[in-house]
């Protein structure tokens, strides 16, 4: 299934419930566990198009390559971090439907600002609407807990992916503008930030 015919969820019973129960547990049949090499290799083999040609924009080398450098710190720039930093960080996991590989996520803090990070994910191409529409709700959950730790949350976005930038708007990030030459390929992004205010409390 492609994702770039789907805007983001709209709020459903379902959708709602994992919204407001934090820590509850995952829907049946989803599990969450520390990532692996050759979890990267398989989530890098199945993204979008465009997902993996933002990252290869933004990195200047394979998508598997990237991802394996975002697991393993200190991590590649724009986001790297100082090794002090890394030790705090939680490790990249792996979120698996039925046992399937389909979520890569990680968050690295930003080298020189203080409280300031950048999450991330990749994720396979092949998932059900209904999987990703819950997986959508699920990164909610997951930035809400990351942005208790990090008073910012940036990330950046190829301007060609559009879904991309929509799922970041779905989660509250505003945009900040576009830098025209932006990454190892030199293509226009665009900003975007989060601030801790957007958490509900």
């Not at 779905?170 to 665009?190: H, I, K, N, T």
Request: hydrophobic share 45%; net charge neutral.
């Amino acid at each position: 299934m492609s994702k770039d015919r789907l805007g983001p969820p709209t709020r459903s019973s379902h959708a709602f419930e994992l919204e407001v129960q934090r820590g509850a547990s995952l829907p049946a049949g989803y599990a969450v566990r520390r990532a692996t090499a050759a979890d990267a290799g398989h989530v890098a083999k199945l993204m979008r198009p465009a997902d993996r040609e933002e990252m290869e924009a933004l990195e200047g080398c394979p998508a598997f390559d990237v991802l394996r450098g975002w697991m393993t710190p200190p991590m590649s720039n724009p986001m790297a971090q100082r090794p002090t930093e890394a030790r705090r960080v939680p490790a990249p996991r792996l979120l698996a439907i039925d046992d399937e590989p389909v979520v890569i996520y990680g968050i690295m803090p930003s080298a020189g600002w203080a409280g300031h990070a950048t999450p991330w994910l990749a994720t396979v191409s092949t998932m059900t609407h209904d999987a990703l529409t819950t997986v959508m709700w699920l990164s909610r959950l997951q930035v809400d807990a990351w942005q208790r730790r990090w008073p910012i949350l940036q990330a950046v976005c190829d301007a060609r992916n559009d879904f991309h930038g929509q799922w970041l708007e779905w989660l509250d990030f505003v945009p900040q503008g576009r830098v025209e030459a932006f990454g190892a390929a030199g293509l226009p992004f665009d900003l975007y930030r989060r601030g801790r205010a957007m958490v509900a409390s």
